[in-house]
């Protein structure tokens, strides 16, 4: 092993330099140490930027969602708090369902709580005609309530009681095709007294409606791809019977005695 | 160099261009000569030795002190890449002087690259030995050149390796082993 070691030793190895390699090499290297330190400049840079970034996240966050938040649980919580509104709430099963705010308002949207139905069971929903006396005026045959809650104030500004008309009006080919469609249900002929005649035709509100904002005002609109509905009401010996069609489908699918005149 | 001075000189050279260019006019010619020395190819020793440098310039900033000397950690980048080479070639083959062209676009350089070739041809007694030691495992040929032809002492093999020195003792005598087998095969057949 010995002599193995020296024989190695002995051999002459090849020394050889390359000076234009070496120049060439250290150009490059040098250029790409210039484009590192560039890159590591920045870094420096960056890295401040990349941990504020959330703290400035959490800040935007804090500054117009958190607010908003609280802007809209006081604004419910001054809503509940008005006498009409918890009776509303009391008396006819009504909920919060939406919520926007506007220039210092809050527009609280309450709909009926939905329940269970059975087609043509006729029961005594009053629900369904909310006859609610206020202060300022009465609150007749509605479905749901637009309440609006001054916010700088911390008061109720006003209560509305919304129409079907109003967010989805019927036209006169709608009207006629409601009485088409219960002229030709026999069972309608069956549970309705001949004596029966039509004090209105009116639009059924669609049962989950939405608040919109449309440049500065906010609207009541229904949802998107609902099905048209209007309520034929018939009075008779001072009662009256709710009919509800479905103008899609052509056919009935309510019939409600909703109490004596 | 002092411990201290080197790492200060890396941290300078992390910042500066010159002072890592210091780095590579120290270590360039002993860092070329050991790939030379394992290869026995000028072209691929150039390239090697190119890629080990930009390496080293690449893992400059995130080099962290770990009582290695800047000379141990060049060596150790090397010998990586040698050996990526061997693993990635499965056994060593010559490059063509056509594919060096490719890498280098320098008359001057190919022009030095054909005369260092035409010079380490002439070495006959080394490129036998070359031939030899290039069958061994690139672990044993990586000793026995850093510990014969490089001239490095076992605690600096162990340093650059990253080994205990007593797993270099071993493989250095391993590989002189199997390499001293190989010589008497050859013998024989002559």
């Not at chain 1, 219960?182 to 001949?194: D, H, M, R, T």
């Not at chain 2, 069958?135 to 205990?164: C, D, H």
């Amino acid at each position: 092993m010995e002599e193995l070691k020296k024989k190695i030793n002995q051999i002459e190895k090849p020394e050889i330099e390359l000076p234009y390699f070496k120049a060439a090499l250290k150009g490059r290297l040098l250029k790409e140490h210039q484009k590192m330190e560039k890159r590591f400049l920045i870094a420096p840079l960056l890295k401040p930027a990349l941990v504020s970034l959330p703290i400035l996240i959490i800040l935007i966050l804090g500054v117009l969602i958190l607010p908003q938040q609280f802007m809209e649980a006081r604004a419910l919580k001054i809503a509940k708090a008005h006498p009409e509104i918890q009776k509303l709430i009391q008396e006819y099963n009504i909920r919060p369902t939406d919520i926007k705010l506007q220039d210092q308002k809050a527009y609280l949207l309450f709909m009926p709580e939905e329940t269970p139905e059975n087609i043509l069971e006729v029961e005594n929903q009053k629900r369904m005609l909310l006859e609610i006396a206020s202060e300022k005026e009465t609150l007749k045959k509605s479905e749901g309530v637009l309440a609006i809650v001054d916010l700088q104030r911390k008061n109720v500004a006003s209560i509305k009681t919304i129409r079907g008309r109003e967010v989805v009006p019927l036209t006169s080919q709608e009207e006629q095709l409601v009485k088409e469609v219960v002229e030709k249900e026999e069972v309608l002929k069956e549970i309705l007294p001949p004596t029966i005649t039509i004090e209105k035709i009116e639009p059924a509100l669609p049962e989950k409606l939405r608040l919109e904002k449309k440049g500065t005002e906010i609207q009541i609109a229904p949802p998107k791809n609902f099905e048209k509905r209007a309520k034929i009401l018939y009075k008779s010996d001072g009662k009256r019977w709710m009919v509800e069609v479905n103008l899609q489908k052509k056919k009935i699918e309510k019939l409600q005695l909703i109490g004596n005149q | 160099m002092s411990g201290e001075f080197e790492r200060d000189l890396v941290k300078r050279a992390k910042k500066d261009p010159e002072t890592f260019g210091l780095i590579y006019d120290k270590y360039y010619q002993p860092i070329f000569g050991y790939i030379l020395r394992r290869t026995a190819n000028v072209a691929l020793a150039e390239d090697l030795t190119a890629q080990t440098f930009l390496k080293a310039l690449k893992n400059l900033w995130r080099f962290r002190w770990q009582n290695v000397t800047i000379s141990a950690w060049l060596y150790r980048i090397a010998t990586n890449e040698v050996n990526s080479y061997y693993r990635k070639k499965k056994g060593f083959k010559n490059v063509s002087l056509e594919e060096a062209k490719n890498l280098k676009s320098d008359i001057n350089v190919l022009e030095e690259i054909q005369k260092a070739e035409e010079e380490l041809q002439k070495e006959k007694d080394f490129l036998l030995l070359h031939k030899k030691i290039a069958k061994l495992k690139p672990k044993y040929q990586t000793v026995i050149t850093l510990r014969f032809f490089e001239k490095k002492k076992v605690s600096e093999i162990a340093q650059i390796l990253g080994k205990p020195e007593g797993t270099i003792k071993a493989q250095i005598h391993r590989a002189l082993r199997q390499l001293k087998k190989l010589l008497e095969e050859n013998e024989t057949k002559n």
